[in-house]
């Protein structure tokens, strides 16, 4: 692998994607795109992005913006830890580092959400660092590379670092990093790759032994079913909405009232129960709408929406109020009950 570094950096230059954080030396730039990048699509990312930077466009302005403001900017990418842990960072760094990124990996790793990757790709990218970075692409062809059997998983990492630090560049370390990234995306595919088109095909082991389409090993992703009851309750054209709590999935996003139906229970019997809890009123009347399914990472839910007529009218405090089908795109909320919301409109107009 002893030219494998030069070969890499310049098949990226040469054949790079014009994407939009690539045009930038600005560290928060960088930052936000690769918290957005992790688990997520290119091409998803694109316009969340330019979307972001042009409603937060440096630390102050993230630091200084309310977390509802920042988690509807973020709606639809999902790990919402992310925004919330960059609202965070954002913060303190405008308290301790005079609205700067810092460039010391001690400091760094101290701030919510600048996990090894993160921490790893603003250095090397934004400041230049000899630091490895790995994530789902650069497993991948790190494995490959050095035929490692097994499933690419994060217990791979610790290997795959001490396979990379000795071939980091002294410098274009951004390319570098930013290359095998890349060569994993275009060419080094989970399927159907494209060895003959890989410039570092003449040191891959996996290649050379014929089982690159093998490594790495798959594994089957199993998803949990959950089936949830949601409670639409309207006054005229206003909807009921309710804050989730504070801690937990989807911390302070908005959502229908509704719940989880337990094994055995009837929908009908979940939204009765779920409302009656939530909200302490009875359901007397509920009207079926179509269902909508929504995945997250180990599980999918399944929304059943009902439209209910209910015992008394709902408490309204700062955790619960009545918002119309247009005001309610103020609110940060799943992406599951936009569908809902999608649908309700249709249904109005």
Known sequence: MKDLSQQL????????????WRTTNDPYKIWISEIMLQQTTVNAVISYYERWI????NIKSLSSARASAVLKEWQGLGYYSRARNAHKAAKIMIQRFQGRIPCQKEILRQLPGFGPYTTGAVLSIAFGQREPIVDANVRRVMMRL???RGAATAKQDIKIEKLLIPILPKKDMSAFNQGLMELGALICRPQEVLCLQCPLRSCCQAYAQGIQEIIPERTKKVLVRKDVAVAILMNGEKVFIQRRPAKGLLANFWEFPGGKKERKESLLKALEREIFEEIGVKL?????????????TKFCVRLYPFICTVSAG????????WVSLEDISKYPVASGTVKIIDMLKERIS
């Open 284 to 296: 007397l009347e509920a009207r079926p709408l179509p269902s909508v399914k929504h995945f997250y």
């Open 146 to 148: 050095a035929a490692m």
């Open 314 to 321: 709902p408490r309204i405090d700062q955790a619960h109020r």
């Open 54 to 57: 042009r409603r937060f466009p």
């Open 9 to 20: 950096i310049l098949w990226f230059k040469k054949n790079k994607r014009s994407l939009p």
